[in-house]
């Protein structure tokens, strides 16, 4: 079983976070994701924040190195 992901400088973007999103929103195992250092920017922490919503597993998500602003982070804060 799956429990811990870490995807970083693999170049994701917005649309790697996207797809990572949509299968966040049915794992119900993964408790620990790391996506550092992927561009991804606003768009793909509302890609991932609308994720969290469904996926009550997750425990702990690094997002160090992205360029996510004060709007991506307060998606994230909503969702939570």
Known sequence: VLRLLVISQA???DG???LLA??????GTLT???VSKNDIGNTGAGHL?????YNS??????LWGNS???G?????????
């Open 72 to 80: 991506g982070a307060r998606q994230m804060a909503t969702a939570l």
């Open 22 to 27: 949509t299968a966040l929103k049915s794992n």
């Open 49 to 53: 924040a609308m994720a969290l919503k």
């Open 32 to 34: 620990n994701l790391t």
């Open 11 to 13: 170049g994701l973007g």
């Open 16 to 18: 790697g976070a996207q």
């Open 68 to 70: 996510i602003s004060f």
């Open 57 to 62: 597993e997750l425990r702990c998500l690094s």
